[in-house]
């Protein structure tokens, strides 16, 4: 069963490449997985050109590893590469977080209200897809309204590496919230947001990302 979707020629390049891209955002590829030019144009169904040019563009963003002179892969992610994402996540996105609070408005805070309650539905009725969409979604609100171009390319960077990671954590959505009690850490966020208090949004993003992390490495062999 393709996991890819057909892609118009309009803006074709762009589109193969984003496509790909979050194919790879949202699990949809094993780590480790050897794919090929050639697939992934008869999925998408275009030619290779376009293909071969968004293949670069992945491997350039760490997604995709080259294993030799031919053959490529989706990149491994090992217990040290999850780490090591992690700790970079953890330092920049609660800064990311810390900036927002400074400039958020009060529709803002409504809009990310919205937005959470849509991650809490589709954690609770949806596909691991809607689960990692609908997350998406609340905290890239969030690193928008932080308003620094620069940073945000470097979180973008970091989830689409992280791919694989998030979408077995939020397979297990239901139960690691049940188990860390972390149902509500949006909530908080957003109550600290209201509050003006840049230093406890900071803090609560950074646990979010720790515990989460440390869940899943605990659970890593299971």
């Known amino acids: 069963m393709n996991v890819l979707r057909k892609v118009e020629n309009q803006t074709l390049h762009a589109r193969v490449y984003q496509e790909l891209r979050n194919a790879i955002i949202?699990?949809?590829?094993?780590?480790?997985?050897?794919?090929?030019?050639r697939r992934l144009a008869t999925e998408l169904g275009t030619s290779v050109m376009p293909v071969r040019e968004a293949i670069h563009r992945l491997i350039s963003e760490r997604a995709i590893e080259m294993q030799g002179s031919r053959s490529m892969r989706i990149a491994m992610l090992t217990r040290e590469k999850i780490e090591d994402l992690i700790r970079?996540?953890?330092?920049?996105?609660?800064?990311?977080?810390?900036?927002?609070?400074?400039?958020?408005?009060?529709?803002?805070i409504l809009e990310l209200e919205v937005l959470n309650r849509k991650l809490m539905r589709a954690i609770k009725h949806g596909d691991v897809d809607d689960k990692l969409l609908a997350n998406r979604a609340f905290h890239f609100a969030v690193y928008e309204i932080a308003a620094s171009p620069m940073l945000l390319q470097v979180i973008d960077s970091l989830w689409l590496q992280s791919g694989p990671y998030l979408q077995?954590?939020?397979?297990?959505?239901?139960?690691?919230?049940?188990?860390?009690?972390?149902?509500?850490i949006n909530d908080e966020l957003i109550e600290a947001f209201r509050k003006g208090d840049a230093g406890l949004a900071r803090r609560i993003r950074e646990k979010d990302i720790r515990v989460s992390a440390e869940w899943y490495l605990n659970h890593l062999d299971e």
């Open 168 to 184: 077995s954590l939020f397979a297990s959505a239901d139960r690691f919230h049940e188990e860390l009690g972390t149902e509500f």
């Open 26 to 37: 949202r699990g949809h590829f094993a780590p480790g997985e050897v794919v090929t030019i």
């Open 88 to 108: 970079v996540r953890s330092i920049i996105e609660p800064e990311a977080v810390y900036l927002a609070a400074g400039r958020i408005g009060e529709d803002d």
